[in-house]
């Protein structure tokens, strides 16, 4: 049996109550809330607005070539450092040149506004092999790409290069309406008024939020 879009098919969603469709083949398309608070929502084709880093990126589709790092992440896992000797021993500090950023092989670091720059950079020299504990972003500039790789020596030893590759999610995803990404589970804040829109086989609030639900 089959519903119209416009059909009125109304479910309150209270506290922490669930909700799922009452049989297959139906979902929630559209939820407007009542009371603030954060929904926890399963589905696909789920269309918001989106605050500036209110997402991680790769949750949606779409979200732009370009981002900005995020201010005092700790980008340490996708950097290697080379040049490092037991003079250094461990220490901890920060850029030392500015930073050279290449993109698909070519240097393009000219066309960058802001450079990015780092602090709070931790060096450790053991057993004959030189590491990285912290890499802080300092300078989080707007005009990175994933993939983008960033050099740079250090002020404790320069002859140290520590090489970062920009991941995808190091970058903020930019303010603005997006579709997310299907067969997943996502917390939303949702504000008094405020519509959402998708296909959700279910949806749970916490103990703040109210919405109504509508079903296809």
């Keep these: ?10 479910v309150s969603i209270l506290d922490t109550n669930p909700a799922t469709p009452p049989y297959a083949g139906r979902f929630f398309n559209k939820i407007v809330g ?13 269309h918001k607005y989106v ?13 732009g070539s370009t981002g900005e790092l995020k201010e005092n992440a700790d980008v340490v ?23 050279v950023v290449t993109r698909n092989g070519v240097d393009v670091t000219s066309s960058i506004t802001t ?28 005009e990175l790409e994933e993939g983008d790789v960033v050099t740079f020596t250090l002020t404790a030893d320069t002859d140290v290069t520590v090489t970062y ?11 603005g309406y997006y579709q997310f990404k299907s067969d997943a589970e996502y917390d939303i804040a949702i504000g008094v008024g405020e519509v959402i829109e998708g296909h959700f086989t279910s949806i749970e ?12």
């Design 51 to 63: 605050a500036i880093n209110g997402e991680l990126r790769s949750a949606v589709f779409s979200p």
């Design 205 to 216: 609030a916490d103990s703040n939020a109210q919405c109504v639900a509508y079903m296809n």
């Design 165 to 175: 590759t920009v991941r995808e999610d190091d970058l903020q995803l930019s303010r």
């Design 77 to 99: 896992a996708a950097c290697t450092v080379s040049g490092v000797t037991a003079a250094i021993g461990v220490a901890t500090t920060s850029v030392e040149s500015s930073v």
């Design 115 to 142: 450079k990015p720059s780092f602090d709070g950079i931790t060096v450790t020299y053991t057993d004959d092999v030189g590491a990285l504990v912290n890499v802080l972003v300092n300078e989080h500039e707007t």
């Design 1 to 10: 049996m089959g519903y119209p879009g416009n059909q009125t098919d109304l």
């Design 34 to 46: 009542s009371a603030a608070g954060t929904l926890t929502v399963k589905g696909s084709g789920l």
